[in-house]
């Protein structure tokens, strides 16, 4: 039901630009991607979410393939603090859709 | 409130108890989430609450649990006849589906059955 497939972990240096992928090759035209992630023993905190166009804050950025079958998380310069599951999620942006939760990306950020 | 408020954040139970898990959620957020977290796994769904709509409990694993949502605002988990494998974080969320569309989340509740 998760509808959307990472792999289980990843490492990353301290300061270097994290690139997490996302593979979610059944998305329906109107289900945006949503990025959320988890610090140890906290709730899921909202990153970034985007539906067609690239999408950049001040957490991350999201980068959707054109044929949006895939996308990208991208932690610009990783901090220690960024270590965390990271969830990709597809939905529908509106009322009465869940948010499927898979078992996300552990992302662990290496001094 | 500033965010979603869970109460208590801890709680310990003997198996065969009842246990009620409070949810305050943003002010004025339409939709109420309540998911469930065991030990190194993901969150697991379990009902959704959208304004005076019925709700969706397609999540619940069994009849030993229910929730209500009074007023549109508070929520209320509660699990009758505790068991060890209801051990668990209860997570809430809470989403202001009109304007933004991000989930917030509670700090959730742990429960241990013993």
């Known amino acids: 039901d998760a509808k959307t497939t990472q792999p289980p972990s990843m490492d990353c240096a301290e300061g270097r630009a994290a690139n997490l992928p996302c593979n979610h090759s059944?998305?329906?035209?109107?289900?945006?991607v949503y990025w959320y992630r988890q610090i140890h023993s906290q709730g899921p905190q909202y990153i970034i979410h985007?539906?067609?166009n690239n999408e950049t804050n001040e957490m991350a950025s999201l980068i959707i393939t054109e044929d949006r079958k895939s996308s990208t998380l991208i932690l610009p310069h990783a901090t220690l603090r960024d270590t965390a599951v990271y969830y990709c999620?597809?939905?529908?942006?509106?009322?009465?859709?869940?948010?499927?939760f898979g078992t996300g990306t552990s992302l662990t950020v290496i001094p | 409130g500033a965010g979603v408020s869970q109460s208590p954040s801890n709680k310990v139970t003997e198996k065969g108890k009842d246990v009620e898990l409070r949810c305050d959620p943003i002010s004025g957020h339409t939709a109420l989430y309540w998911y469930r977290q065991s030990l190194g796994q993901g969150l697991e769904f379990l009902i959704y609450?959208?304004?005076?709509?019925?709700?969706?409990k397609s999540g619940l694993p069994s009849d030993r649990f229910s929730a209500e949502r009074t007023g549109g605002s508070v929520s209320t988990l509660t699990i009758q006849r505790t068991q060890q494998e209801d051990s668990a974080v209860y997570l809430c969320?809470?989403?202001?589906?009109?304007?933004?569309?991000?989930?917030?989340f509670g700090q959730g509740t742990r429960l241990t059955v013993v």
């Open positions: 999620i597809v939905r529908v942006a509106t009322t009465g859709n869940q948010f499927y």
């Open positions: 969320a809470s989403i202001l589906v009109q304007d933004r569309p991000e989930a917030f």
């Open positions: 059944t998305i329906s035209g109107n289900e945006y």
């Open positions: 609450f959208q304004g005076n709509s019925a709700p969706d």
């Open positions: 985007g539906l067609k």
